[in-house]
């Protein structure tokens, strides 16, 4: 398998995805709820992926897809080359702010990332990564993360998990707040995992993301350093939605040991 | 007095500061620490607000200037004219993440404000306000906010705030996160508060800011039709550093009335 003509396929098929995507704001978008009010999605979020859907089933059929929207295959095994796509993340701040989301892209071929994008579409920002030669940012070599301490760390966190909640001991995430420079919530997890990988944030924890939300940031991490496991310290599921946390490889173990408790 | 001849020479001069910002990455920051290892400065922001406070003297000796970092004046009455200058909003993330910090920068007579601005410089993305006249992004007119519930708003929040602290009951804020759709918190008051006026968010609070981080956005904010105050109702003091609330008009009320209690 050529990764590399992979990879210029995708990153062909990704920029051509936020053309229409920022073209669509001059259109009305129609917007449906999900499994809740927060929970959104529009008509671009389903073009968009069945657009991914297209691209990659008529270069090769025998990939298969999981995708946000469902427009893919009934994926039950990574077994063979996966696609594992979000066309939108951040749906809310794509429909409120029409900016602060991106696209996520994985590539997997028995269940081993090779290719990863996060896209933030309004930047016109390319983050992507080939398995064992790296990743970059805007076709730049991204340098792998610095050490740090804990005191020193910036991480993203939504206040949903520093409040009394039945997913976390919400005690330890206050000690956690007081403990660190600086916490920051941007409303999406691929932009808060581009910036992790990118080391403008430290660490990043969510007690419930899908494979769609970090499939491609997953690739990119490991080129990068970052160390990514559920909040158990095991990997995180790709066939179910799990625990998420991504961090500077020197305060990961901190993180899981010191500061996260599951209920 | 011209303002739309100060609103040229004020834009002029904070697209040059913008240009020297973006170029500055490419040489060695100075950081220091000043009240707390969370609170920094950098040789650029002194270098910024030094070029604010020349250009400013040199056009008319008689206004005054109030700056973060203390090189304009003495400032104890807002009477004449005054410059509420902050040369970088976001000093952490101008710091680690090249993005996410405004220029804010306020023009006042006689304790009314008269000119504001709030410049995304990596985005070089410009918002401004002439009193009576309206606001602007990028030149093309903001409209005014339209109406929202509480439960449709996201609002900015910093985690702070969510868990005890003494300067705020946080079993009420903790009330709001779960009313609200969302909430997202970006390390930037200007950044917050730029986003508020152009609906992205729909409120924005916090427990503790000083005159420059609000002084460029509370103009904005008055001609789109954003309420702001401090916690206890009352205009924001912009001689001290005081609490600090704007909202989209529909919720200003509904959150002083039921979700912010001072200690």
Do not use: C
Not at 172 to 178: E, F, N, Y
Not at 229 to 257: E, Q
């Amino acid at each position: 398998m050529d990764l590399g003509r992979i990879n210029e396929f995708a990153l062909e098929m990704i920029f051509d995805a936020g053309k229409y995507i920022r073209a669509s704001f001059s259109q009305e978008l129609i917007i449906e709820t999900k499994s809740d009010f927060k929970d959104i999605v529009t008509n671009i979020d389903r073009e968009i992926e069945q657009f991914f859907v297209n691209k990659i089933k008529m270069r090769d059929p025998s990939h298969k897809i999981l995708g946000e929207e469902g427009m893919g295959d009934n994926i039950v095994t990574l077994d063979g080359p996966v696609w594992i796509i979000d066309p939108i993340d951040g749906t809310m701040n794509f429909v409120k702010q029409h900016r602060h989301f991106l696209i996520s892209i994985g590539f997997y071929v028995d269940g081993e990332g090779k290719l990863g994008y996060l896209y933030d579409v309004m930047r016109n920002e390319i983050i992507y990564a080939i398995r064992g030669e790296g990743a970059f940012i805007d076709h730049r070599r991204i340098r792998k993360l610095m050490p740090l301490t804990i005191e020193e760390a910036v991480i993203g966190i939504n206040a949903s998990w520093v409040i009394p909640n039945d997913k976390i001991n919400h005690e330890k995430m206050i000690q956690l707040i007081k403990k660190v420079r600086g916490t920051r919530s941007y409303g999406s997890a691929a932009m808060e995992i581009s910036l992790v990988v990118t080391g403008k944030l430290d660490a990043y924890l969510s007690m419930r993301l899908a494979p769609w939300d970090v499939g491609g940031g997953m690739v990119i991490a490991e080129e990068v350093g970052a160390v990514t496991s559920n909040l158990k310290g095991k990997p995180f599921n790709l066939l179910t939605h799990d625990t998420f946390l991504i961090a500077n490889p020197s305060i990961h173990k901190i993180l899981l040991d010191q500061f996260i408790e599951l209920k």
